[in-house]
Nanobody, 128 residues
Framework: QVYLEESGGGSVQAGGSLRLSCAVS????????MSWFRQAPGKLREGVAA???????DYAQSVKGRFTISRDDNKKLLFLQMNSLQSEDTGVYYC??????????????????????WGQGTQVTVSS
């Protein structure tokens, strides 16, 4: 059974940093695309960062240069380091396992929650 659990969310002031973690079980994070999504109140869920099985990364334009996705293969953990946070970054952040080959085009950023495996989400609140 595949299980993803996010942690590390919280409240922070604008300009601050947070590091999200996603613990994965029952799934190979090295062999598949792993990603982070977020959903702000009243908005659609959007892809924030992806780590492909080839070791490449992709970021939404709004977070480039501020967010970094990484993974620990031995511990089966996915991370999202978020720096210079802005109020626009507020939302629920989800870890998602989208499958092999899923993140080589930007269409991954609009993946349906019905595709792959998803965690329950962790809240990030940035106050200005």
């Amino acid at each position: 059974q595949v299980y993803l659990e996010e942690s590390g969310g919280g409240s922070v002031q604008a300009g601050g940093s947070l590091r999200l973690s996603c613990a994965v079980s029952g799934y190979s994070i090295q062999s598949n695309c792993m990603s982070w999504f977020r959903q702000a109140p009243g908005k659609l869920r959007e892809g924030v960062a992806a780590f492909t099985e080839a070791g490449t990364t992709d970021y939404a334009q709004s977070v480039k240069g501020r967010f970094t996705i990484s993974r620990d293969d031995n511990k089966k953990l996915l991370f999202l380091q978020m720096n210079s946070l802005q109020s626009e970054d507020t939302g629920v952040y989800y870890c998602a396992a989208l499958g092999r080959g899923s993140c080589y085009s930007v269409s991954w950023r609009h993946a349906s929650p019905d595709v792959g495996y998803w965690g329950q989400g962790t809240q990030v609140t940035v106050s200005s």
